[in-house]
DNA sequence: TTGTATGCGTTATCAG
DNA sequence: CTGATAACGCATACAA
């Protein structure tokens, strides 16, 4: 250890600075940042200079300004996930795997839902910190907030929708779905097959993928001459409460219906705890089928039959477009990714019992 | 509209900057930048060129670079999250009040796990990103990652630990937690008025707060002279499928317990579906007992008597030292705020059947 | 009242 | 091989 050996730590209080560096390494600024991303670079530095300004630069406990860099333009590694609703079970497994998947890419996930009480200034704010991002991904439908749609339309970072619904308005941006037909019809089948005749349908209003799956709901029940009552399809909040204002209304009017698609799992969980409240057995008395498959349902009891929805799968294909291999041009049609639900059987569906 | 009302708009492929917006307005940037944050400076602008700024401003569609006013200082308006376990329902549940209270704060929250296979590069990933941060909240115990509380250590903003566990071992942050002995002696209590004798613990290894809530019931059962068998303490991973294997080892040697204290909500809620697919009755065969009071709870079947953990306070709280009118100086004691949980009845819980 | 100049921490482009 | 120097977009002390 020489006498120069000990250097002098600049001013604690302070973050060290690449010039930092470079001045108790007696060298140029611009050195430093060239041994300290050796990558890509053409030149090449003498191997004295390299060890003696890694070394210093450890010693001060260098760390690189991420702010800096953003600012000459280096990728965040910052992905924003604007979400509908973050209270909603389903954007909570989202926003899960959303958060795991980025990682594999080495991103980040930035936060902003823009739910309930979503005045003008939020609605720009979210926008504004996603000029932080390297890409946004939108999740759920976010109709109704015209202007919130307009602000993504003039940013500079690829946007990327998931489950917005699948009506081609000429969107600027990508869009990644689900078959919510075959989901609900396949949800619909089977309990015809059980020997179903009265079927109820639950859902929420104004979400895009919502409304796809009760025009199929009825659409499958026109098809096969399933008579549906008027007041056996009930719109309602998308929460545990708002299945159990449901029930109550289908349940008004006898007879009741002897099996309920719910739009969500939200709603068929919600429905579950709700006919367990009123004393009705699952599947025995009612039977109940949900929708996405969230892991909610493990905890389930009894086991929900539902549709899965390839959440994973889904956010996978939003980061390949939006920071990964596939990512779009911008020229053209947007690309539009539709996935296919299937149907899992579990206990909460059965044949109508007899007394029926 | 006069004959220069029509103004260049800037190459549209790039962003609108202060310059630009000045050099359509002829003044310099400086101008703009006085004009744009008029709140507290002391110069004044005629209202003459306040007004045409402004409307070409608008008219260009500027947007300021959170980035650029990120470098000079301004705080970021983002809190940075590191949880350890972004699939643990508790955590789940703890970011989404977390986003929701930090809105009301004006902040977004970025995420950053750290479990599972948290190699070294990613926990400095966790830590370099935090510098885009203006408060960084730790979820969880991260014993074991003792990297991890290094890098914490070195940082410039502030760090506020959550749900860490109550030791004092001098950490160098604030540290908000919970009474978890209070929480458990209520829980097991409970237990013990209703009858039962036979009374099993099981909770999760390695975990601050599961291992102060174990002790806290071994504790009780010692001093209210309550035989425990050692089998009747299960370590397993703090998940459905790990309650699942939890109640097998459980009801391996007979006579199995009467009713179980789960250190989490999520553990109670596997035990009860576990109870569910092996027949046996909730809460007549088996009373079960949870801690947290997750979102989830409410769609339980029955109802899960537990302990209401206050999620939403505690990160309020947080919030308040990290970026509101709490915040704490760096000198002296860190702050420990601990908040008293309580025990919620409802319908997993009962006498021990008769036939026992 | 407004313009000029400087710096925040980097990276990149020049010269030397 | 390395050292000046100029941006990046913005805020601000200082000069006019």
Redesign the pocket.
Same mark, same amino acid.
């Given at each position: 250890m020489t006498s120069r050996a000990r250097r002098v730590r600049p001013p604690a209080g302070?973050?060290v $600075?690449? @010039?930092d560096v470079a001045a108790a390494a007696?060298?140029?600024?611009? $050195?430093v940042?060239?041994i300290? @991303?050796d990558n890509a670079l053409s030149?090449?530095?003498?191997p004295? $200079?390299?060890e003696r300004v890694l070394a210093i630069a450890d010693e001060l406990g260098y760390?690189?300004?991420p702010i800096?860099?953003a600012?000459?333009g280096?990728p965040t590694m910052l992905i924003g996930a604007i979400v509908r609703d973050i209270t909603d079970w389903f954007f909570a497994a989202t926003i899960e795997a959303l958060s795991s998947r980025a990682r594999a890419y080495g991103y980040s996930v930035v936060l902003a839902h823009a739910s309930a009480a979503a005045d003008e200034a939020l609605r720009l704010t979210a926008v504004l910190e996603a000029r932080h991002c390297d890409a946004i991904l939108v999740l759920g439908d976010f109709r109704g907030e015209g202007r919130l749609a307009e602000d993504l339309r003039n940013l500079r970072v690829p946007v990327i929708g998931l489950w917005q619904g699948s009506e081609e308005r000429g969107r600027p941006f990508p869009i990644i779905g689900v078959d919510n037909r075959t989901g609900i019809r396949a949800a619909a089948a089977h309990l015809v097959e059980l020997g179903h005749e009265r079927i109820a349908y639950i859902g929420a209003d104004r979400l895009g993928d919502m409304e796809e799956r009760q025009a199929a709901f009825l659409g499958y029940l026109d098809e096969t001459g399933i008579e549906l009552r008027q007041d056996h399809v009930q719109l309602v909040p998308n929460t545990i409460d708002g299945a159990r204002f449901a029930l109550s209304a289908l349940l008004e009017r006898a007879p009741g219906p002897t099996a309920i698609v719910a739009a969500s799992d939200v709603l068929a969980l919600g429905l579950n705890r709700a006919a367990f409240d009123r004393g009705l057995r699952v599947p025995d008395d009612l039977s109940i089928v949900g929708f996405d498959d969230i892991p909610q349902t493990a905890a389930s009891v009894p086991g929900l039959t539902t549709v899965r929805m390839p959440i994973p799968e889904m956010v996978e294909a939003g980061l390949k477009i939006g920071v990964g291999g596939d990512r779009w041009s911008g020229d053209g049609r947007a690309p539009r990714v539709v996935f296919q639900p299937s149907l899992v059987v579990r206990q909460s569906t059965a044949a109508p019992s007899s007394r029926d």
């Amino acid at each position: 250890m020489t006498s120069r050996a000990r250097r002098v730590r600049p001013p604690a209080g302070r973050p060290v $600075t690449m @010039n930092d560096v470079a001045a108790a390494a007696g060298v140029a600024q611009s $050195t430093v940042s060239r041994i300290l @991303n050796d990558n890509a670079l053409s030149v090449r530095v003498s191997p004295a $200079t390299r060890e003696r300004v890694l070394a210093i630069a450890d010693e001060l406990g260098y760390r690189p300004h991420p702010i800096a860099r953003a600012l000459r333009g280096a990728p965040t590694m910052l992905i924003g996930a604007i979400v509908r609703d973050i209270t909603d079970w389903f954007f909570a497994a989202t926003i899960e795997a959303l958060s795991s998947r980025a990682r594999a890419y080495g991103y980040s996930v930035v936060l902003a839902h823009a739910s309930a009480a979503a005045d003008e200034a939020l609605r720009l704010t979210a926008v504004l910190e996603a000029r932080h991002c390297d890409a946004i991904l939108v999740l759920g439908d976010f109709r109704g907030e015209g202007r919130l749609a307009e602000d993504l339309r003039n940013l500079r970072v690829p946007v990327i929708g998931l489950w917005q619904g699948s009506e081609e308005r000429g969107r600027p941006f990508p869009i990644i779905g689900v078959d919510n037909r075959t989901g609900i019809r396949a949800a619909a089948a089977h309990l015809v097959e059980l020997g179903h005749e009265r079927i109820a349908y639950i859902g929420a209003d104004r979400l895009g993928d919502m409304e796809e799956r009760q025009a199929a709901f009825l659409g499958y029940l026109d098809e096969t001459g399933i008579e549906l009552r008027q007041d056996h399809v009930q719109l309602v909040p998308n929460t545990i409460d708002g299945a159990r204002f449901a029930l109550s209304a289908l349940l008004e009017r006898a007879p009741g219906p002897t099996a309920i698609v719910a739009a969500s799992d939200v709603l068929a969980l919600g429905l579950n705890r709700a006919a367990f409240d009123r004393g009705l057995r699952v599947p025995d008395d009612l039977s109940i089928v949900g929708f996405d498959d969230i892991p909610q349902t493990a905890a389930s009891v009894p086991g929900l039959t539902t549709v899965r929805m390839p959440i994973p799968e889904m956010v996978e294909a939003g980061l390949k477009i939006g920071v990964g291999g596939d990512r779009w041009s911008g020229d053209g049609r947007a690309p539009r990714v539709v996935f296919q639900p299937s149907l899992v059987v579990r206990q909460s569906t059965a044949a109508p019992s007899s007394r029926d």
